[in-house]
């Protein structure tokens, strides 16, 4: 089965620190995505995480626990246009094992940022 | 600039006249798909492609079909579409990076 469960939605104050949890199980794993989204407008890459461990991008930074089937977006220090919604995608392995481009997402963790 | 541009942005139709949403990538992809977006469902793929005439299904593929004749195209096309094919849907492309570039999206109506 494949099942990705995000909180729906979170509130965080401006300046903040949050971290915006996902939980996968899927028949199998070959990477989790993050995506920012904002109202209307397409999903924009924000991470991608084959390893366990943390990857820091600017002010983003995501960590993946395969054993756990567990990942985490960190935003710090939070501005009024990071409301949005953020989504949890993972890729499971191709027919063969190798790459593919089914994606499955979870359902999106919307996130206001208060003044 | 790396584009994934799908059209028409924006269409109303009725139920049962075929209706096709065209993309195209000018990243030379090899790996395209197509998603659509529904309140409280999330995105969910549609059909995806690997190659030159190589597609399968996705998680939703009823009422679709998609054909893949040139690299950098990849049309979904709705045969007879109903109301329940009401939605927001995306293309999608990704090389041999793992960074999935989205088209803008396509809000249908089918009345």
């Known amino acids: 089965g494949q099942n990705i469960d995000q909180p729906t939605e979170m509130t965080a104050t401006e300046g903040a620190i949050v971290q915006i949890n996902c939980t996968y199980q899927t028949s199998g794993f070959n990477g989790l995505f993050w995506y920012q989204q904002h109202a209307g407008e397409a999903p924009t890459f924000l991470s991608y995480n084959v390893l366990d461990g943390l990857e820091e991008k600017g002010r983003f930074s995501s960590f993946l626990s395969r054993s756990k089937g567990y990942s985490y977006l960190l935003l710090k220090e939070l501005q009024m246009k990071d409301s949005a919604s953020y989504l949890c995608a993972v890729t499971p392995p191709g027919r063969y094992g190798g790459a593919t481009n089914k994606l499955i997402f979870g359902t999106g963790t919307l996130l206001a940022v208060q003044p | 600039e790396a584009q994934v541009t799908q059209n028409p942005r924006y269409l109303i139709t009725v139920t049962g006249k075929k209706l096709t949403v065209t993309c195209s990538q000018n990243m030379n992809h090899e790996y395209m798909s197509w998603y659509r977006q529904d309140p409280g469902l999330g995105l969910r793929q549609i059909y995806y492609?690997?190659?030159?005439?190589?597609?399968d299904k996705g998680d939703v593929p009823e009422g679709y079909k998609v054909s893949r004749k040139e690299k950098r195209n990849f049309p979904l096309i709705l045969e007879s579409p109903s109301p329940n094919q009401t939605s927001l849907y995306f293309c999608a492309s990704r090389g041999l990076e793992n960074t999935i570039y989205f088209g803008e999206g396509s809000w249908l109506t089918v009345v």
């Open positions: 492609s690997m190659n030159v005439e190589v597609t």
